[in-house]
């Protein structure tokens, strides 16, 4: 190994809000039990990659007993589906997984009424998994499809359903400050390793460990992206990433000034999911979007430090930083000696 | 226009066409074919969302000028797949979930497909060269080179194509599955449909005519020229607005274009819409503008100065100041025995996702305004439009267009008003793209901030006393800095229980470019603080990083920062299970990394050296290890 790397690991803790900050926050739903075993959820969902169409459909296959392919998502329109709100504040799979749920719920009761009466059995004995219906202790069972199609010839019902979710966030006292933001917090830890070239002041993020609470896991490889890439996005910021202007004008203007990470730049992540489910939500889920990114920036500042002992305290740690800072202790500890 | 002729092959068909001579390839597949499988990510070769083969080479058309690509064969991801039947590595991207947003991944896709057919037995670090010259800014590509990897292993026979397939139906439960994501095929195979890849009949193309200077009033504005090119069908400025001309996330304080004044380079002043993205050039090219310079600031803690004024009406610069107290410093402080005061910035930094903005809006036959665009928050864009376009809600209609990344850049409507006022004008269908240029230069960024921080502790590692503040440059308008400074606020003194906080958040206006929602929105800044004078501390009182967290960290039932009761506090489990995950091994942070003995684990990746793989690693795999 080349003299001038030096390697060194460092760790930060994190914490973050669920939902709207301050603020009530809420969400809408509707759910129809359809044809063929299938359903239909409409929403005013933004999917922006997080994979919350995904999310949404485990909900609803898992509340209306139906297989998750077989749910249709509908688009947001302001138009033509419920209000959900934003994309954004980590709230997706908190307020619209949690509004789906409660809509699921809503539509499968309505079937259930229907189909207790077609066997003559109590509600509660009744429960659907994956396209199959059945009532606990008797021999009563049938698909789906045929119980829709019970439901709607036979009794003249159509299972649709609405539900809301609220997150009872209250504004903060203006002097100070006191209040109660949100209804459910997670908490996060992650651990960096480096290598600082102290030749060229470059540094290479090796690995990262990141541990995160995220109440109810509902999609783990979907949580483990949505943390690598936070990861990676905060590695950015981190070492390379720098909006610059000069006098209002923006000298990075483009991709070749504005240094993004790309394949080569990035650490291998090892993720580990901490479920403390929320207690107060039909799912107990809470959520990663934000969270993710929270404690890379410091983790790595903090490896950086242990590798060759300078603090970058201004983001961001770029090789010309490095360099200077290295050469500041440098300077220092001479003048020390020679003293 | 100039036109030119081209004879060339597109996925297996032969085509001889007519085209516009300074179309680059990819506006031919694009515009002329309908093949919006390539995106245009930044039009300047460097992002790779534009990849194709020709010849069988994989090229940036976006680099290509089209008259190049005739005599040539051309693949597209059109020719790799369809949804119902996936290449094996599109399959290995559907199986693995490297597709989030999506824009990026049809470029991924041809990437990957030219590693593999460039050598089949690529390793991880080959692959990871290859694809050197397409950026994701989801994934963080941990999930693309699984997929990459999975598919190499089918193609070679070393694994059963069924690996493909695999996964494994959850019995009781679909909470906690690994349930492939949905929109998957739509996004591997380039079929999904992002704004930019929509057309409608007699569409109108628009451009917008931004301003030069920081800080400037507008002496006048002269549209006479630009209106007489051929193709322009309506021009508009704030003059449009039929209602209440401004929006914003937290405070509505902006014109939808720029009314007397403006505030910061990429300002937009007016926008033209026109029957060619050509004309509509030229059109903005020809609006003469006479500025008068006003002082301009660009210096958060000038601004507080309020000498010069962004907004005079608001007679200060401050957006907002938010404010947390609890227990009393100076009690606190006196309690410590180590009290540590440093200071800490982070820079402005771009959103960067791939898709660069882009919308489509529409008058409807029943005279409803509809705008199709990739926002994050639609519900609260179509009540900002319904006030400046002065329509009841039920006339105003959003429909989300898939969001090609977004990370808080998305929820700004700052183009939308701009499509509605040349729909409503013309009553034709508007389409916008920015260019990635336009898109970096006019859209909020993450807010840059410097935070002073004042830290008392005792000799055990208690923390005494805890003093923030921090200022944020919220550049020309609020956008989302008043809920930037209140999460900062809240969260910043990190998940630990401290009896004596004072903390003070403030943003403030200048004449840069506006900072706005980003992923961990104000929370990143201020507990990178935090977490940096925390290992600060440790250092000091001789004790591991880990254990000063443990010793300070928030239980079930203690009172948060803003006095709120936790129910539930998993920081201590958290803490624990990150230690043992990452094998670390306890110690104080003092630069002890030379002797640390947890290094250079099986979880790292191989340390990078450019072109190590040419030549023969010298110390790439086996000097560190």
Same mark, same amino acid.
Request: charged share 25%; with cysteine.
């Given at each position: 190994m080349s003299l001038t790397k030096k390697r060194g690991r460092g760790m930060a803790a994190s914490w973050y809000g669920i939902s709207r900050t301050a603020a009530m926050d809420q969400a809408g739903a509707w759910a129809e039990i359809d044809d063929g075993g299938t359903a239909k959820v409409v929403t005013g969902v933004t999917e922006i990659g997080e994979g919350i169409l995904t999310v949404l459909a485990q909900v609803a296959a898992e509340e209306l007993g139906v297989k998750p392919e077989l749910v249709h998502i509908g688009d947001n329109d302001t138009s033509r589906s419920p209000e959900a709100a934003h994309a954004g504040a980590t709230r997706q799979t908190y307020m619209?997984?949690? !509004?789906?749920?409660?809509?699921?719920?809503?539509?499968?009761?309505?079937?259930?009424?229907?189909?207790?009466?077609?066997?003559?059995?109590?509600?509660?004995?009744?429960?659907?998994?994956?396209?199959?219906?059945?009532?606990?202790?008797?021999?009563?069972?049938?698909?789906?499809?045929?119980a829709i199609h019970i439901?709607?010839?036979?009794?003249?019902?159509?299972?649709?359903?609405?539900?809301?979710?609220?997150?009872?966030?209250?504004?903060?006292?203006?002097v100070d400050g006191s209040g109660s933001p949100w209804q459910a917090y997670v908490f996060g830890g992650q651990v960096a390793e480096v290598e600082v070239d102290t030749a060229t002041g470059e540094v290479q993020i090796l690995g990262i460990w990141a541990c995160h609470d995220v109440g109810k896991a509902i999609n783990p490889k979907g949580i483990e992206g949505q943390i690598e890439g936070g990861v990676v996005q905060a590695v950015g910021q981190a070492l390379m990433e720098d909006y610059q202007q000069v006098e209002g004008h923006t000298?990075?203007?483009?991709?070749?000034?504005? =240094?993004?990470?790309?394949?080569?730049?990035?650490?291998?992540?090892?993720?580990?999911?901490?479920?403390?489910?929320?207690?107060?939500?039909?799912?107990?889920?809470?959520?990663?979007?934000?969270?993710?990114?929270?404690?890379?920036?410091?983790?790595?500042?903090?490896a950086i430090y242990d590798a060759v002992g300078v603090r =970058?305290?201004?983001?961001?740690?770029?090789?010309?930083?490095?360099?200077?800072?290295?050469?500041e202790k440098k300077r220092k500890s001479n003048g020390m000696a020679i003293n | 226009m100039h036109k030119l002729t081209i004879n060339l092959e597109v996925n297996g068909r032969k085509i001889n066409k007519e085209v516009n001579s300074h179309y680059r390839l990819l506006d031919f597949l694009r515009e002329d074919l309908d093949l919006t499988g390539s995106k245009e990510g930044c039009g300047a070769g460097e992002c790779g969302t534009c990849s194709v083969f020709v010849d069988g080479k994989l090229v940036k058309s976006c680099l290509m000028p089209v008259a190049k690509a005739s005599g040539k064969k051309i693949e597209t991801v059109e020719h790799q797949g369809t949804p119902d039947n996936l290449s094996t590595l599109q399959k290995a991207f559907f199986l693995t979930g490297a597709s989030q947003c999506g824009f990026c991944i049809p470029?991924?896709?041809?990437?990957?497909?030219?590693?593999?057919?460039?050598?089949?037995?690529?390793?991880?670090?080959?692959?990871?060269?290859?694809?050197?010259?397409?950026?994701?800014?989801?994934?963080?590509?941990?999930?693309?080179?699984?997929?990459?990897? &999975?598919a190499r292993d089918v193609?070679?026979?070393?694994?059963?194509?069924?690996?493909?397939?695999?996964?494994?139906?959850?019995? !009781?439960?679909?909470?906690?599955?690994?349930?492939?994501?949905?929109?998957?095929?739509?996004?591997?195979?380039?079929?999904?449909?992002?704004?930019?890849?929509?057309?409608?009949?007699?569409?109108l193309h628009m451009q917008v005519f931004r301003s030069s200077r920081p800080h400037a009033k507008i002496k006048k504005l002269d549209l006479s020229k630009a209106k007489a090119v051929s193709g322009v069908e309506a021009i508009v400025t704030c003059d449009d607005v039929p209602g209440i001309d401004n929006f914003g996330v937290f405070i509505e304080d902006q014109p939808v274009l720029a009314k007397e004044r403006v505030r910061y380079v990429g300002e937009a002043i007016a926008a033209v819409a026109a029957d060619t993205l050509e004309a509509a050039k030229e059109a903005v090219s020809k609006i003469e503008i006479e500025y008068e310079d006003l002082p301009a600031l660009y210096d958060p803690e000038e601004a507080l100065k309020d000498e010069i004024l962004i907004h005079e009406h608001y007679k200060t610069n401050l957006v907002k100041h938010i404010p947390i107290r609890k227990g009393n410093v100076e009690e606190g402080f006196a309690k410590a025995d180590l009290i540590v005061e440093e200071k800490f910035a982070t820079q402005p930094v771009? @959103?960067?996702?791939?898709?660069?903005?882009?919308?489509?809006?529409?008058?409807?036959?029943?005279?409803? &305004?509809?705008?199709?665009?990739?926002?994050?928050?639609?519900?609260? @864009?179509?009540? #900002?439009?319904?006030?400046?376009?002065?329509?009841?809600?039920?006339?105003?209609?959003?429909?989300?267009?898939?969001?090609?990344?977004?990370?808080?850049?998305?929820?700004?409507?700052?183009?939308?008003?701009? &499509?509605?006022?040349?729909? #409503?004008?013309?009553?034709?269908?508007?389409?916008?793209?920015?260019?990635?240029?336009?898109?970096?230069?006019?859209?909020?960024?993450? @807010?840059?901030?410097?935070?002073?921080?004042? =830290?008392?502790?005792?000799?055990?590692?208690?923390?005494? !006393?805890?003093?923030?503040?921090?200022?944020?440059?919220?550049?020309?308008?609020?956008?989302?800095?008043?809920?930037?400074?209140?999460? !900062?606020a809240i969260l910043g003194a990190g998940p630990y229980k401290i009896d004596n906080l004072q903390m003070d958040t403030f943003g403030v206006y200048t004449n840069n470019t506006p900072s706005g929602a980003f992923r961990s929105f104000g929370a990143l800044q201020t507990e990178f603080a935090t977490e940096s004078i925390l290992d600060i501390c440790a250092e000091k009182l001789n004790m591991d990083p880990f254990e000063l967290r443990r010793k300070n960290m928030f239980v079930a039932g203690d009172l948060t920062h803003t006095k709120q009761e936790l129910n539930s506090a998993s920081?201590?489990?958290?803490?624990?299970?990150?230690?043992?995950?990452?094998?670390?091994?306890?110690?104080?942070?003092?630069?002890?990394?030379a002797s640390r003995k947890d290094l250079n684990g099986k979880d790292n990746r191989d340390s990078c050296f450019l072109g190590a793989r040419l030549n023969e690693k010298p110390e790439a795999s086996g000097g560190v290890k």
């Open positions: 619209i997984g949690n !509004a789906v749920a409660m809509a699921c719920r809503d539509s499968k009761d309505k079937l259930f009424n229907e189909i207790a009466k077609e066997w003559n059995v109590e509600k509660e004995t009744l429960q659907a998994h994956d396209g199959e219906i059945w009532a606990n202790g008797t021999n009563y069972k049938m698909p789906m499809s045929e439901c709607k010839k036979k009794y003249g019902v159509i299972p649709v359903g609405s539900g809301n979710y609220t997150s009872h966030n209250t504004p903060l006292d203006p000298t990075t203007g483009s991709f070749a000034k504005y =240094i993004l990470p790309t394949s080569l730049d990035v650490p291998k992540v090892t993720t580990k999911i901490v479920e403390d489910l929320d207690p107060l939500s039909p799912l107990g889920a809470k959520g990663i979007g934000e969270p993710a990114m929270v404690p890379t920036c410091p983790a790595i500042m903090n =970058i305290q201004s983001l961001p740690a770029t090789p010309e930083k490095i360099l200077r800072a290295l050469d | 470029g991924m896709v041809m990437a990957a497909t030219s590693t593999l057919r460039n050598n089949p037995k690529a390793d991880i670090e080959e692959i990871k060269e290859e694809m050197g010259g397409n950026i994701c800014r989801c994934t963080g590509y941990q999930k693309i080179f699984d997929a990459v990897e &999975l193609i070679s026979g070393k694994l059963d194509p069924k690996a493909l397939e695999e996964y494994s139906k959850p019995e !009781a439960s679909y909470l906690g599955a690994n349930v492939k994501r949905i929109d998957a095929p739509g996004k591997v195979t380039g079929r999904l449909k992002y704004a930019a890849d929509m057309k409608m009949p007699n569409m771009e @959103h960067a996702y791939l898709e660069p903005m882009a919308g489509l809006s529409y008058v409807d036959s029943d005279g409803t &305004l509809v705008i199709v665009s990739p926002s994050q928050n639609i519900t609260h @864009h179509r009540h #900002m439009m319904s006030k400046i376009m002065d329509l009841p809600i039920n006339k105003v209609r959003f429909i989300m267009s898939p969001v090609g990344g977004g990370f808080g850049g998305k929820e700004d409507m700052i183009y939308q008003g701009m &499509l509605a006022l040349c729909a #409503m004008k013309t009553r034709l269908p508007v389409r916008y793209v920015m260019t990635r240029e336009e898109d970096i230069t006019s859209t909020a960024k993450r @807010h840059p901030s410097r935070t002073n921080y004042k =830290i008392g502790i005792t000799k055990d590692g208690k923390i005494t !006393a805890v003093q923030i503040k921090m200022l944020a440059d919220g550049g020309a308008y609020g956008c989302s800095t008043e809920g930037v400074m209140r999460k !900062a920081i201590g489990t958290v803490l624990n299970e990150l230690e043992s995950l990452a094998s670390w091994e306890k110690g104080t942070p003092n630069s002890r990394g």
